[in-house]
């Protein structure tokens, strides 16, 4: 067996574009998803020739977790079979760990995701101009900016918001409580939504709730399934949208973009598969630096200064 190299992922390319002729495209697209897997085996602090069967198990678990759809969980896995079959070709590796790792079925349902244009129609059909229509603005700029349950949402407390620091305490699943960064649009639209809350005369014991009714009282799950249902409808957009969408589509467009997968189980409140001791090394300014860099509303914040 060879010694370690430095970089077998390079190599790896090299083979695709020299002996196996891949097209440019089609070379990025697996290098794309074979650094998903990278980001994913450093985390865990081991390397790619010391991966496991377990660890590349686990990655596909995760890649299911968070709402990938199984097409592209199929594409991304035949591309990690691929890799380590070119590692054990090439003599780093005397056993293929991914010999027994299972795709996952296609006909399996998978929530529907929200592309970037779909969200912005949503978000521009809404009238701002009225404490509700605001509201709703900066509830889908919330679930879609930091990727929360609706139950999640309904439940933020004006206590829980730290947004000098760009964070917000969420009370999930069993009571765990976890910082998420909050996108820099999200954190606008909440401003932009304060004066109205302002004035809205508030039940006893309702204060502290972010999200309010006109009545005063917490906004309820079915008030935000409804309204988005029908901004959906009002926008032309046929797919059968929820709040747990936005959630999806967060998951979706931040691994698209190159997050690491470990940090996005973390924002998104998931346990692990295997071990409740995943995330002690992902402290809360790595979670910032990953939602600052992928999340497409801060590209997008990011592109339009510097233009």
Same mark, same amino acid.
């Given at each position: 067996?060879?010694?370690?190299?430095?970089?077998?992922?390079?190599?790896?390319?090299?083979?695709?574009?020299?002996?196996?002729?891949?097209?440019?495209?089609?070379?990025?697209?697996?290098?794309?998803?074979?650094?998903?897997?990278?980001?994913?085996?450093?985390?865990?602090?081991?390397?790619?020739?010391?991966?496991?069967?377990?660890?590349?198990?686990?990655?596909?678990?995760?890649?299911?977790?968070?709402?990938?759809?199984?097409?592209?969980?199929?594409?991304?896995?035949?591309?990690?079979?691929?890799?380590?079959?070119?590692?054990?070709?090439?003599?780093?590796?005397?056993?293929?760990?991914?010999?027994?790792?299972?795709?996952?079925?296609?006909?399996?349902?998978?929530?529907?995701?929200?592309?970037?244009?779909?969200?912005?129609?949503?978000?521009?059909?809404?009238?701002?101009?009225?404490?509700?229509?605001?509201?709703?603005?900066?509830?889908?700029?919330?679930?879609?900016?930091?990727?929360?349950?609706?139950?999640?949402?309904? *439940? @933020?407390?004006?206590?829980?918001? !730290? =947004?000098?620091? $760009?964070? +917000?305490?969420? %009370?999930?699943?069993?009571?765990?409580?976890?910082?998420?960064?909050?996108?820099?649009?999200?954190?606008?639209?909440?401003?932009?939504?304060?004066?109205?809350?302002?004035?809205?005369?508030?039940?006893?014991?309702?204060?502290?709730?972010?999200?309010?009714?006109?009545?005063?009282?917490?906004?309820?799950?079915?008030?935000?399934?409804?309204?988005?249902?029908?901004?959906?409808?009002?926008?032309?957009?046929?797919?059968?949208?929820?709040?747990?969408?936005?959630?999806?589509?967060?998951?979706?467009?931040?691994?698209?973009?190159?997050? *690491? @997968?470990?940090?996005?189980?973390? !924002? =998104?409140?998931? $346990?692990? +598969?295997?071990? %409740?001791?995943?995330?002690?090394?992902?402290?809360?300014?790595?979670?910032?630096?990953?939602?600052?860099?992928?999340?497409?509303?801060?590209?997008?914040?990011?592109?339009?200064?510097?233009?």
């Amino acid at each position: 067996m060879k010694n370690k190299a430095p970089d077998v992922t390079t190599k790896f390319k090299r083979y695709l574009m020299l002996e196996k002729s891949l097209a440019a495209n089609t070379v990025e697209a697996y290098m794309s998803d074979l650094k998903k897997l990278t980001d994913f085996i450093k985390a865990s602090g081991t390397d790619m020739l010391s991966a496991s069967y377990h660890d590349l198990q686990e990655f596909a678990a995760t890649l299911n977790d968070v709402g990938i759809h199984p097409r592209s969980q199929m594409r991304i896995i035949s591309g990690i079979r691929g890799f380590f079959r070119f590692l054990v070709l090439d003599g780093y590796l005397e056993k293929d760990p991914s010999e027994l790792l299972s795709s996952p079925k296609p006909g399996r349902h998978i929530p529907e995701v929200l592309s970037l244009e779909e969200i912005d129609m949503m978000v521009s059909a809404i009238d701002a101009s009225t404490a509700e229509g605001q509201r709703n603005k900066a509830i889908i700029e919330t679930l879609y900016g930091c990727g929360l349950r609706v139950s999640e949402l309904c *439940n @933020l407390h004006l206590s829980d918001l !730290m =947004l000098d620091d $760009e964070y +917000i305490k969420v %009370t999930g699943k069993g009571n765990k409580q976890r910082l998420v960064p909050i996108s820099h649009k999200a954190i606008e639209e909440i401003n932009a939504y304060t004066p109205y809350r302002d004035k809205i005369k508030i039940r006893p014991g309702e204060e502290d709730f972010l999200f309010l009714s006109k009545w005063g009282k917490r906004i309820s799950r079915i008030t935000v399934f409804r309204f988005i249902k029908d901004l959906a409808a009002a926008t032309g957009i046929k797919k059968a949208i929820s709040p747990h969408t936005f959630r999806h589509s967060f998951a979706t467009h931040m691994l698209e973009g190159g997050a *690491n @997968l470990r940090a996005i189980q973390c !924002m =998104l409140g998931h $346990e692990c +598969i295997s071990t %409740t001791e995943i995330y002690a090394h992902m402290n809360t300014r790595t979670l910032r630096n990953e939602i600052l860099e992928h999340h497409p509303r801060n590209r997008a914040d990011g592109d339009s200064q510097s233009s």
